[in-house]
């Protein structure tokens, strides 16, 4: 009877061990799987952070602004990210570049409405979708400045001069058939003049012009304005957007004067190379929504240039790009710009 027992103990016993065994061995399994989810995507070397457009534009101050807060977070597993300035042709010699990077997630790019309108306008260059879309960060604003010694210091001054001289005024931008000659190209569709848009590489290049006298006016993001305007070195006459810019709340509107169709705004993105994977996508993804919640970012960013958050992703930032590619195609076919 003794034996017995030991021997249903010693059955007994075993059955424990081995569920107990098993219940590890499903732990771990768990865990192990949890790692692998983990770690789907990791990157394979450092990042290349392409901006096609020349060091201290809007395009440029948003590509720094967003690398310094990641090299900060130190969240690309010990690896570094590098801005590489690959500027002309309104957008096309960065696009042009990036393409032919491997869509690996080591290589991301701004991308701005110039890149889109760029080859719309030229007929030739990279369109939007030989590239992969990731996300959508701000919204940024337009102005049209003059000097501040101009003899039309009001729109409808402008606007007066311009009729009385029609193709006398110059108005510089940065690139051909970027958002700039977009914003220009809508003052003379609806408000019946004549302009003469001149391609600048940088929009630096167009306010040097301009406080140098050799063109009448620039179009320029908040950024890239604001010092000379409140050095007095030149007059914002308006801003393109919906609302007043909070960094420029004395600058009014086309809207608010009476030229509601004159109206535009800038979206902000980041894309990659074609054919980057869904997981290689959401890991920047999830990256930029750690820089959008970031003080350098809401703070030193936004609120500092006058830009509205926006932060899309997803299949909502494809439709999105498609709805705007869409807008700024109908504006062009209006205006004649569209590459025939």
Known sequence: MK????WILAIAMTLSLAACGGNNSDQDDSSQQGDTEAKAFELSG????????????????????????????????????TINNKTGG??????AYTVTKK??????????????TSPMITGSGITYEELTPICNLAMD????????????????????????????ITVGGSGSGTEDEVCTGLIELYCGVDLEY????????????????????????????????????????????PE??????????FTELGYEDVQFQQFRGIFGPGGMSQEA??????????????????????ATNGLTSKFIVGADFSTFIDNEAAKYEAVLDALGLLAA
Not at 52 to 58: E, I
Request: charged share 15%; hydrophobic share 40%; glycine share 12%.
């Open 198 to 241: 001149i391609a600048y590489d940088s929009s630096a290049e167009v306010m040097t012009a301009m406080l140098g006298g050799h063109i009448n006016a620039g179009i320029y993001n908040p950024n890239e304005a604001i010092s000379q305007y409140e050095a007095g070195e030149c007059t914002l006459l308006a801003a393109f957007g």
């Open 103 to 116: 869509p690996d997630g080591t290589t991301i790019t701004t991308y701005v409405s110039a890149q889109i």
């Open 281 to 302: 996508i959401d890991y920047w993804c999830d990256i930029f929504s750690q820089v959008i919640e970031h003080e350098d970012w809401t703070e030193g960013y936004l």
């Open 46 to 81: 450092d990042v290349e952070f392409v901006c096609p457009f020349s060091a201290g534009g809007g395009s440029d101050l948003y590509a720094r602004t967003a690398a310094n807060i990641i090299g900060e977070l130190g969240v690309l597993g010990g690896h570094t990210i």
């Open 90 to 95: 309104g957008g096309a010699v960065g696009d």
């Open 244 to 253: 007043r810019i909070s960094v420029l709340p004395d600058v009014p509107t």
């Open 3 to 6: 034996k017995f027992f030991a």
């Open 141 to 168: 604003e337009y102005t049209i400045g003059v000097l501040s010694t101009a003899e039309y210091q009001t729109v409808d001054e402008f606007i007066e001069y311009a009729k009385a001289n029609p193709g006398k």
